[in-house]
């Protein structure tokens, strides 16, 4: 029986691939993908020189990753594929040599733009210099590109926090890219906090407001190139592929599970009754690329709302709390500050009511005696990067989003049983638990080297840890009823 044409895969066989944010999470798992599963012809990464490492060693540490071992062992060649543009978005045409310029005009069939910063708390200036100015740079060079195909713009769909349903179409920006760009990139005088506030408006942070201007720059090209717009929600770790659990930055969801399950993190602030609007990494890639093939098909669809449809899989945040809970107590750390758990709260100052008395005092006195007994403080400064994370966590968690995703739940019915395999689009039978314990195991391997046969002595240690923390408690109330009744009765 001849072998079902796989068509997504297809689309991609023997085609120049270009890629910014190479070394990010997407960018990580989008090679991955690209090299595993088709005969893509060249992987163009930019990648910009840091920490006194050039672009190449980054590529090559990047490889030697446990990320890429199953493609090292699949498909160990494939890596030759890769060649390296040193370049940084925030630079001038993109830093790229002229050399290299003209290679990807001449050369590129496919451009996806991934680069960004996702933080919350950068400047103004430096998320629109990042995510706007990169954005500029990127479409230049698209539009010297002799072959482009296809132009595919890495969104969120956390750009337009007013709209209550987020549809597959594209939005007017919260003011003209251009003149945020003459304002923030190109104007002499610094932008201050006051000033960043008022053209912020009814944007709670610089991250969505900068890639919110970037959608504009990319609309204002519908008419002059083929672009698209990929809008991921919450991205968590992968679900599958090449292996499930796997994350890029406690910077993220994950830190909170990781956070929580040492016993650091004592308070989630967040409307827990929410449903959570996440998507794995894998399953982004996976309708990003099919997204590429539905519109070089068709020419139809440029906006794509990337997110586990509620048809798929209701669950609130709450209901995901839970399940890490649980996965915390199959899977638990070697090193616990105490057991984990904790409150879910909406309200803000009882949030920090509970990180202040459960979670910083602690912390100050566990670095004060390190500091007694001749080590390093470490403590204040793990919570200050797990708050952090909690905080860009608040955006995603306090609200109800609502995204619409029609047209690409129409889009996976028309692929075949081969494609579905290969990629990845629908959420069945899912075990949350399962999931999250893999997410665990990959950080205790991989993040704090902890080998698999510490963990019988890890659920010895929780149990005591639990008996401590009950007494502890049961301490505390009694510490308080005590005082209650001396003060009525005498």
Aim: a positive charge.
């Amino acid at each position: 029986m001849a072998q079902e044409l796989n068509r997504i895969t297809a689309t991609f066989n023997n085609k120049t691939v270009f890629i910014s944010g190479a070394t990010g999470f997407l960018g990580k798992v989008l090679i991955e993908k690209l090299l595993r599963c088709t005969e893509v012809k060249t992987l163009y990464l930019l990648v910009r020189p840091k920490a006194n490492k050039c672009p190449k060693d980054r590529l090559q540490e990047m490889f030697n990753h446990v990320l890429f071992a199953r493609l090292r062992e699949e498909r160990p060649l494939s890596l030759e594929k890769c060649e390296v543009i040193s370049g940084d978005v925030m630079e001038t045409d993109l830093g790229i040599s002229d050399v290299d310029r003209r290679i990807l005009e001449n050369e590129v069939d496919y451009i996806f733009h991934s680069a960004a910063t996702t933080r919350f708390d950068h400047t103004l200036q430096y998320a629109v210099k990042m995510n706007t100015l990169g954005t500029k740079y990127m479409l230049d060079l698209a539009r010297q590109c002799k072959k482009l195909k296809i132009f595919v713009h890495v969104s969120t769909c956390f750009a337009f926090p007013k709209e209550e349903v987020l549809y597959e179409k594209t939005y007017e920006p919260p003011m003209n890219p251009q003149e945020a760009l003459n304002i923030f990139c190109f104007g002499q005088s610094k932008i201050d906090d006051n000033w960043a506030k008022r053209y912020l408006g009814e944007y709670t942070n610089t991250y969505a407001f900068s890639k919110a201007l970037s959608e504009g720059l990319v609309n204002q090209e519908m008419d002059k190139l083929p672009v698209i717009i990929v809008r991921p929600a919450v991205v968590i770790p992968t679900f599958k592929e090449p292996f499930a659990g796997y994350f890029n930055s406690l910077q993220s969801p994950m830190g909170i599970f990781v956070g929580a399950g040492k016993g650091v993190i004592r308070s989630t602030h967040m409307d827990s009754k929410t449903n959570a609007s996440v998507v794995p990494v894998d399953c982004t890639i996976n309708v990003t690329l099919v997204a590429v093939w539905d519109y070089l098909t068709l020419k139809q669809q440029r906006v794509f709302n990337i997110s586990i449809p509620q048809e798929d899989l209701k669950i609130s945040w709450e209901e995901i709390i839970n399940h890490g809970k649980e996965a915390c107590t199959k899977v638990p750390f070697t090193q616990l500050l105490w057991y984990p758990n904790g409150i879910m709260t909406k309200s803000k100052s009882w949030h920090m009511l509970h990180v202040v008395l459960f979670q910083l005092i602690p912390a100050v006195f566990v670095d004060l005696l390190l500091i007694l007994l001749g080590y390093k403080p470490i403590l204040v400064n793990v919570n200050q990067r797990l708050l952090k994370g909690q905080q860009i966590f608040d955006y995603y968690t306090n609200r109800a989003w609502t995204f619409d995703m029609k047209y690409f739940i129409n889009v996976r019915k028309r692929l075949t049983k081969t494609e579905k395999e290969t990629y990845q689009v629908e959420a069945e039978n899912i075990d949350i638990t399962a999931y999250l314990v893999e997410c665990m195991l990959y950080s205790r391997r991989h993040i704090f080297k902890e080998a698999d046969e510490t963990l019988p002595a890890a659920r010895r240690k929780l149990k005591i840890f639990f008996v401590l923390d009950r007494a502890v408690k049961i301490a505390f109330f009694a510490l308080i009823f005590y005082y209650i009744i001396k003060v009525i009765f005498f």
